[in-house]
């Protein structure tokens, strides 16, 4: 089975609210079996508009990824992030 990815780019505007988002996702995370592989470190910006801080988290399939981001756990920490800074996130399914 392919493994699933979220793929984030995000603008945080409020750090001390966003703060409170990034300590409760990853009970959701955890829940549905994934992995950070990236979380906010160096990047380089190559083509189109980008944001500061970018996310790649693994999951054991698409379908967990998906779970994961309509779970309860997953809403009630997104419910923090809102005021807090700009994402974009895609769910990818591997090869």
């Given at each position: 089975?392919?493994?699933?990815?979220?793929?984030?780019?995000?603008?945080?505007?409020?750090?001390?609210?966003?703060?409170?988002?990034?300590?409760?996702?990853?009970?959701?995370?955890?829940?549905?079996?994934?992995?950070i592989l990236?979380?906010?470190?160096?990047?380089?910006?190559?083509?189109?508009?980008?944001?500061?801080?970018?996310?790649?988290?693994?999951?054991?399939?698409?379908?967990?990824?998906?779970?994961?981001?309509?779970?309860?756990?997953?809403?009630?920490?997104?419910?923090?992030?809102?005021?807090?800074?700009?994402?974009?996130?895609?769910?990818?399914?591997?090869?």
């Amino acid at each position: 089975m392919a493994k699933g990815y979220w793929i984030a780019h995000v603008s945080v505007t409020d750090p001390q609210q966003y703060r409170l988002y990034a300590e409760a996702a990853p009970i959701a995370f955890k829940k549905y079996g994934a992995t950070i592989l990236a979380r906010g470190g160096s990047c380089q910006q190559m083509e189109g508009e980008g944001r500061p801080r970018n996310v790649v988290i693994e999951f054991p399939s698409l379908q967990a990824a998906i779970d994961c981001y309509h779970s309860e756990e997953y809403q009630s920490a997104k419910a923090h992030r809102a005021g807090a800074g700009i994402a974009e996130i895609v769910l990818v399914e591997g090869v």
